[in-house]
Nanobody, 125 residues
């Protein structure tokens, strides 16, 4: 079993920054790729960023490229999402996820088998 707990969400003005954290426990998550996703009411959950187990490769949705940075600290068993230059359209619930069945990062939601409960990010204009 893998447990994921997100934190760091909140209310921020457009142009501001937030750093989300995803604390992991249970099985050795440090060997798995991790992803951040987001979802707004009435819309499908979408991929935001992903990182390989070593942190050597990262992937981003076009909408956040250049503004968001995913990273991980395998000693602290935590994955981060640094969000800069936030826009109103970044408002969403953000979820971290672990993919324990493959070493590659994927944008496909179904390929991730453990999820956190989510943290709300609200960006005001």
């Amino acid at each position: 079993q893998v447990q994921l707990v997100e934190s760091g969400g909140g209310l921020v003005q457009a142009g501001g920054s937030l750093r989300l954290s995803c604390a992991t426990s249970g099985r050795t998550v440090s060997i798995y790729p991790m992803g951040w996703f987001r979802q707004t009411p009435g819309k499908e959950r979408e991929f935001v960023a992903g990182i390989t187990w070593s942190g050597g490769s990262t992937y981003y949705a076009d909408s956040v490229k250049g503004r968001f940075t995913i990273s991980r600290d395998n000693v602290k068993k935590t994955v981060y999402l640094q969000m800069n230059s936030l826009k109103v359209e970044d408002t969403a619930s953000y979820y971290c996820a672990a993919r324990t069945t493959n070493v590659a990062v994927t944008t496909r939601i179904r390929e991730y088998d453990y999820w956190g409960q989510g943290t709300q990010v609200t960006v005001s204009s």
